[in-house]
């Protein structure tokens, strides 16, 4: 049995097609990953940490963006768009075209059943590589949980997992507490 080699681009050449594609992709590594499309409720918390956070970060130097917004590892070249990130001033852009930023403070994954375990492995040490990145904050969709990473000053990373709506999320990158309840606002579970 043989197998065909997988063509790999480079990142140069992902970048010219993803900026002209009508379709988000991401790359790790000279291979191109289509990204699939959410649910209602995947949907639903982006728009609640959005909303959330854009008001925490108001007038603080960090913003908060979409996941329309590339994330640009050069240790792992790897092109990523996280559902939520937050940078702060002065943001570093990989180029001119100021849509790819290498600083991200903060990122917020929604995984789904097929991602999961990519965003808790991969995704996270691919994030973990960037000098700028403090706090990776995990959302299920189908039920209330959070996983919370916050890096500390030694370099380690300390978890906290929350799973009552009445928990409290202490995000570095705002110095505020907020209510997990919050990123749960008109999200439906099945049964």
């Not at 075209?97 to 991200?104: F, K, L």
Request: glycine fraction near 8%; hydrophobic fraction near 35%.
């Amino acid at each position: 049995m043989s197998s065909q080699p997988i063509p790999r681009i480079t990142p140069e050449e992902y970048l010219r097609r993803e900026r002209v594609a009508e379709f988000r992709s991401e790359f790790i590594d000279g291979q191109v990953f289509a990204m699939a499309g959410g649910t209602m409720n995947h949907a639903r918390i982006i728009g609640n940490a959005l909303g959330n956070l854009r008001e925490l970060l108001r007038g603080t130097g960090c913003e908060v963006f979409s996941g329309e917004l590339r994330v640009w590892s050069e240790t792992h070249r790897i092109y990523t768009y996280p559902d939520v990130v937050a940078a702060c001033r002065p943001y570093q852009f990989q180029d001119a075209t100021r849509d790819t930023i290498t600083d991200a403070a903060l990122v917020i994954e929604v995984p789904s059943r097929s991602t999961a375990n990519y965003d808790r492995g991969e995704k996270f040490r691919f994030y973990r590589s960037l000098p700028s990145f403090s706090e990776y904050l995990l959302l299920a969709q189908d039920t209330i949980r959070a996983e919370h990473h916050v890096r500390q000053p030694d370099g380690g990373w300390l978890f906290h997992e929350r799973t009552s709506p009445d928990d409290g999320i202490d995000l570095k990158v705002t110095g505020c507490r907020i209510p997990l309840s919050s990123f749960y606002e008109s999200v439906e579970f099945e049964g």
